[in-house]
Each structure stands twice: as C-alpha cells, then as structure tokens.
C-alpha cells in the first residue's frame, strides 16, 4: 500500500513537471507571440521575434528552472511529513499482526498520523498487557487448582493403600473436605469475575439499613473469631443509616474484608468496624491490628490472585480474587474504596455508600 502511494504520487509528480516544461517552453512562447502580434503590425512583429527570441527562450528556460526548484519543496515535505511516518506506522502495525512489536511506534506529531501512532501505540500496550496478564493468570490459576488437588489426590490414595489407618482417616478426610471448599470458592470467585467482565456488575438497588447487615455479617464469623480469639467492635453514627445500594453485593463486600480482617489479624486483638453518615454518603471502615501490607504491594493488592505471601502454600489464606470482586462491586456502585496499611500494624479499608433518598 505505501508503494502505491509514493508511486501515485511521483507519477502525479512527473505530471506536474511535463505540464510545466510544456507551458514554459512551449505554450508561454506561443501566448507570447500571438500577444504580440495583436498589438503591432507584422513589420514590427517579424523584427521583434529576431532580436529577442533567444531572450524569450531563455526566460522560459529559467521560469522552468523554478518550477523545478519551488517544485522539489511538496516532494520534501510529503516525504518528511507523511511518507516516512506512514511508512513507519505501516511497518509497526505489520509487526503488531505478526505478534512481534517490541517497541513503540516513534512519530507523535499533533496532525492525524500522530493520532493514528498514539492509538497503535495504545493498543500494542494493551495486547502486551494483556498477553502479559493472560500468562500470569494462567500460571496462578494452575498453581492455586494443583496445590488443593495434589493435596486431595495424596490423602485419598494414602487412605486407600493403608498408609493412613482407619482411625486417622477422619481427621484426613477433614483436610480433603476442607481443600474441596476451598477449590469451590476458587471456582466461584473466577465465575463471579468472568462475569463482571463480561456483562459488567448488574446492581439490583434497594434501600436498607446498613447497621443492620453490618451486624449479621459480623455474628456470621463468630466462629471463626473464637479459634484466634478475635474480638470485633462495631460502631455506629446512629442506630439505623439507610443507604442506596446492591444489598446482596454489599454483604459480599463486607463478608471479604471481615474475612480478610480476621485472616490477618494477630491472635488476641481487635478488629473495629464503624459505619457514619457524612455528607450525603455513609463511609463503612473495617481496621484490623495484624500483618499489614508492605509499601510496595499496598497498590497490587486489588489485582485479581495476588497475595502477599509468595509462597502460596495450602494453607496461605485466601485464593487471592476477594479483594478484586470488592473493587469491581464498589466500582459499580460509582463509590470509592481506599486502604491504609503499615506493615506489622495493621489495615484499614475504608468505602462509601449513598445515602438512601429521604
């Protein structure tokens, strides 16, 4: 295509360049003459023409020269301006379709094939991020379904060669129970983010009382807040706060981070959950005293299998998607969440909701 292009134009070049050597050396003489013979009598004309046809040649020899010259500017600036940047935009998108552009395309001037190299340029970041996400998706899926089910497979053939004896099977059969749920929350949480990504969130929005599902989702962990001995404590800017949201989405929300808090939290201390209304919106914050979050991974952590234990052991806490599903569901409410973490101290979420309409 771009040779196409370049020959279209030399060829309307050379065009330019006959039609000017035809009107300089041929068609102005002529014009000239016939001028010349309408305005004197043909004694005058003849012996004009003798004196001064060499002069008249010479001119037009010279208005040709500087067609020539002026005419050498277009092809400079077609070939600085648009040729050479077409022809390097055209070289990296045929690099883009055979999957093997390792850089970005260097024209970024302000006129359209500046446009056109931004837009290549964005989608080749895109295509290496998502190809870059795709492996690191596909490696953390197989680590996170081979890790339960290695574990599974080893405890039922050691209770079916005898290894482990009847009256330690049920202790086993425990740990296969407990890799099986947690192999189904990892199933549940990809279908829940395939969703999201696919159709995008889909809110059912009614009107509730926070402080109330805040206080269901709470007495739901009080299991596991006894094996740690966990105390949660909740406050509230009022008895009832009505807000405008998804309710089943927000108890998912809130079953994550109080999941998290607990997760993370050092054995014997406190978890505060308090819910206030302020200006138009409730802010709900969920603080635990634990692990806390380093620096360096506080901006990762909403990336979907991320996890701040690298090792991503069985029993590593999580399937590293809850805190995704949070962003994705509070994303789709047009409301922000926040954290604020040290690590060695604790964390902190913070996120809004609107206030139901009075």
């Given at each position: 295509?771009?040779?196409?292009?370049?020959?279209?134009?030399?060829?309307?070049?050379?065009?330019?360049?006959?039609?000017?050597?035809?009107?300089?050396?041929?068609?102005?003489?002529?014009?000239?003459?016939?001028?010349?013979?309408?305005?004197?009598?043909?004694?005058?004309y003849?012996?004009?023409?003798?004196s001064?046809?060499?002069?008249?040649?010479?001119?037009?020899?010279?208005?040709?020269?500087?067609f020539?010259v002026?005419?050498?500017?277009?092809?400079l600036?077609?070939?600085?301006?648009?040729?050479?940047?077409?022809?390097?935009?055209?070289?990296?998108a045929?690099?883009?379709?055979?999957n093997t552009?390792?850089?970005r395309?260097?024209?970024e001037?302000?006129?359209?094939?500046?446009?056109?190299?931004?837009?290549l340029?964005?989608?080749t970041?895109?295509?290496?991020?998502?190809g870059?996400?795709?492996?690191?998706?596909?490696?953390?899926?197989?680590?996170?379904?081979?890790?339960?089910?290695?574990?599974?497979?080893?405890?039922?053939?050691?209770?079916?060669d005898?290894?482990?004896?009847?009256e330690?099977?049920e202790?086993y059969?425990?740990?296969?129970?407990?890799?099986?749920e947690?192999?189904?929350?990892l199933?549940?949480?990809?279908?829940?983010?395939?969703?999201?990504?696919?159709?995008?969130?889909?809110?059912?929005?009614?009107?509730?009382?926070?402080?109330?599902?805040?206080?269901?989702s709470v007495?739901?962990?009080?299991?596991?807040?006894?094996?740690?001995?966990?105390?949660?404590?909740?406050?509230f800017s009022?008895p009832?706060?009505?807000?405008?949201?998804?309710?089943?989405?927000?108890q998912q929300?809130?079953?994550?981070l109080?999941?998290?808090?607990?997760?993370?939290?050092?054995p014997?201390?406190?978890?505060?959950?308090?819910?206030?209304?302020?200006?138009?919106?409730?802010?709900?914050?969920?603080?635990?005293?634990?692990?806390?979050?380093?620096?360096?991974?506080?901006?990762?952590?909403?990336d979907?299998?991320f996890?701040?234990?690298?090792?991503?052991?069985?029993?590593?806490?999580?399937?590293?998607?809850?805190?995704?599903?949070?962003?994705?569901?509070?994303?789709?409410?047009?409301?922000?969440?926040?954290?604020?973490?040290?690590e060695?101290?604790?964390?902190?979420?913070?996120?809004?909701?609107a206030?139901?309409?009075?």
């Amino acid at each position: 295509m771009k040779r196409k292009l370049y020959a279209t134009y030399l060829l309307s070049y050379l065009g330019f360049l006959i039609a000017s050597f035809a009107a300089t050396i041929y068609v102005t003489p002529r014009f000239l003459r016939q001028y010349l013979y309408a305005i004197s009598d043909e004694a005058e004309y003849r012996r004009y023409l003798q004196s001064q046809s060499v002069a008249i040649q010479n001119v037009c020899y010279i208005l040709f020269g500087i067609f020539l010259v002026l005419s050498l500017f277009p092809v400079l600036i077609f070939h600085v301006r648009i040729y050479r940047p077409l022809n390097q935009i055209i070289m990296a998108a045929a690099k883009y379709t055979d999957n093997t552009i390792t850089g970005r395309i260097p024209y970024e001037g302000d006129d359209e094939l500046g446009s056109l190299s931004a837009s290549l340029n964005y989608l080749t970041e895109n295509m290496r991020n998502t190809g870059d996400y795709q492996r690191k998706f596909i490696s953390n899926i197989s680590h996170d379904f081979r890790s339960p089910l290695t574990s599974i497979k080893g405890y039922v053939e050691a209770m079916l060669d005898g290894t482990i004896p009847p009256e330690m099977q049920e202790r086993y059969l425990g740990i296969v129970l407990s890799e099986t749920e947690r192999l189904n929350k990892l199933t549940e949480g990809l279908l829940t983010l395939n969703n999201f990504d696919d159709q995008g969130v889909y809110l059912e929005m009614t009107d509730f009382d926070i402080v109330s599902v805040i206080t269901g989702s709470v007495a739901s962990f009080e299991g596991l807040c006894s094996k740690k001995n966990l105390r949660i404590e909740t406050s509230f800017s009022k008895p009832e706060i009505p807000v405008h949201a998804d309710l089943v989405k927000i108890q998912q929300v809130l079953y994550n981070l109080i999941d998290n808090a607990i997760k993370f939290s050092y054995p014997d201390s406190l978890i505060r959950i308090q819910a206030a209304e302020r200006h138009k919106k409730v802010f709900i914050s969920i603080k635990d005293h634990g692990e806390g979050i380093s620096r360096e991974n506080l901006p990762k952590i909403w990336d979907r299998f991320f996890k701040t234990d690298t090792s991503r052991g069985r029993d590593k806490k999580g399937t590293g998607l809850g805190l995704a599903i949070v962003k994705e569901i509070i994303r789709a409410h047009d409301q922000n969440i926040n954290v604020v973490s040290t690590e060695g101290v604790g964390t902190e979420f913070v996120f809004t909701l609107a206030c139901a309409p009075k």
